[in-house]
Structures are given as C-alpha cells and as structure tokens.
C-alpha cells in the first residue's frame, strides 16, 4: 500500500474489517482520530475502538460503488455483506493525511435490497 494514495489507505482500513485485523486498523488510525456517524457524534480514536471494532466480527465483504478523492478526503460509497447475509449500502467520507486516517463520517443508507419497491417508497407512517 502507498500511504500517499489515500484511496488505498481508506481500501486497507475496510480490509482490516474483513480480516478481523486490530493491528491493521490500530496502525491506520491517527492518535487524533475522530468518528462521527448518526449515532456517535465525534467519537475519539479510544472510544470508537470499544464501540465500533467489535462490528468487525460480522463483516464479511465491501464492494466499493464510489470511491473517489479530493484533497485530504476520500468519498466511499460501498455495498457491504455481513457474516448473516445481510447487505447495506452507506457512504462515507474519510479524511487521511500522513497514510493514517485522521476523521470518519458515516451517513448510513439503505438495506439491500431496498425495502420500497422500484418507483415506491417507504411508508413509515402506516
């Protein structure tokens, strides 16, 4: 991996999900990292450790949609399957500066496949 291509730095972090690698991930996040998604509002690099690595256990693949640069940020559209067969699409946008990922903000999207139908949409009201 070339820790200056940032897309393959935001590629390594995912992988180390699939391979359950703690080490992998440790050494890709800066000390000062932060995590934001709709439920944690800027969690630090210890905190999202405790929260969110154990979600490692039932990742299975990523299969990048968008994945596309800009500066220090990569936006990351993916279609992730975890270890029960559940698929879901999110998008995030990683920052990375020195070949470590410095902030991660996860905007959650859909199951697949989607609950509404083509055309549809979901009625939550009913």
Do not use: Q
């Amino acid at each position: 991996m070339n820790p200056s291509d940032k897309a393959e730095v935001a590629k390594a972090c995912y992988e180390a999900y699939v391979k359950k690698d703690r080490a992998a991930i440790e050494a890709l996040l800066a000390e000062d990292f932060h995590f934001t998604s709709p439920l944690d509002n800027r969690l630090d690099r210890a905190t999202y450790l405790e929260r969110c690595w154990p979600n490692s256990k039932a990742a299975e693949a990523f299969e990048y949609v968008n994945l596309v640069e800009d500066g220090d940020r990569v936006f990351v559209t993916y279609e992730a399957r975890n270890t029960g067969g559940h698929r879901f699409r999110n998008t995030e946008i990683l920052t990375v500066r020195s070949g470590r990922l410095v902030e991660a903000e996860v905007y959650f999207g859909w199951s697949l496949p989607h609950e509404a139908k083509p055309g549809g949409f979901v009625d939550k009201a009913s």
